[in-house]
């Protein structure tokens, strides 16, 4: 009786070490991942100008064409780095590209598929120089599927870091 009772208590010690052992360890792996990134929308007009301490950008045009079962979006973004930031998470990175999707309700962000210099070339964040004005041409092909039931209209949004995992999404609507 005596061997059953410690057996028992022994078993309950160990079980509770096991849990708290367990417990801890978790919030050790998660603590990287809790949402410590603070992510606020604005929801702006089409050519308003949106100056930020890196960058200075106005959405000139929006367009949206059906052809066949896809839907063609192209959007006409003025934009100037006033310096470098993290885009894509990277330090110092100019390819703000990265941070700019079509973003439609219910569905995956969609990439840029092309996006093109106002003289026609293919744009590379390479070519891109710091205090001077680019106009880009940014196309989205997207099944028509995936907006057909839609009661809000898709969105181009482009996701601007701040210090301290700060960003601020500034999207147009695009109706």
């Known amino acids: ?29 998660n603590q990287a991942y809790k949402s410590r990134h603070l992510v606020t929308e604005k929801v702006i007009p089409i050519k308003q100008e949106v100056q930020d301490k890196s ?21 006409l973004l003025s934009i100037k780095l006033l310096g470098l930031n993290d885009y894509g998470f990277k330090k110092n990175n100019k390819n703000f590209v990265e941070n700019i999707w079509l973003n439609i309700p219910y569905f995956e962000p ?10 026609g070339k293919r744009f590379v964040s390479k070519d891109l ?35 301290g995992r700060i960003f601020t999404k500034y999207s147009i609507l695009i109706p």
């Open 55 to 75: 960058v200075q950008f106005k959405v000139l045009n929006t367009s949206k064409k059906q052809s066949g079962d896809q839907i063609n979006v192209n959007v």
């Open 129 to 163: 120089r710091l205090s001077k004005e680019t106009k880009l041409a940014f196309h989205f092909n997207v099944a028509k599927q995936e907006v057909s039931h839609q009661d809000k209209p898709m969105r181009f949004s482009f996701l601007v870091p701040k210090p």
């Open 110 to 119: 969609g990439i840029a598929a092309d996006v093109y210099t106002e003289d």
């Open 1 to 29: 009786m005596k061997n059953k009772k410690r057996l028992v208590f022994t078993s309950i010690l160990l079980i509770l070490i096991i849990l708290s052992l367990a417990v801890y360890r978790y919030h050790v792996v």
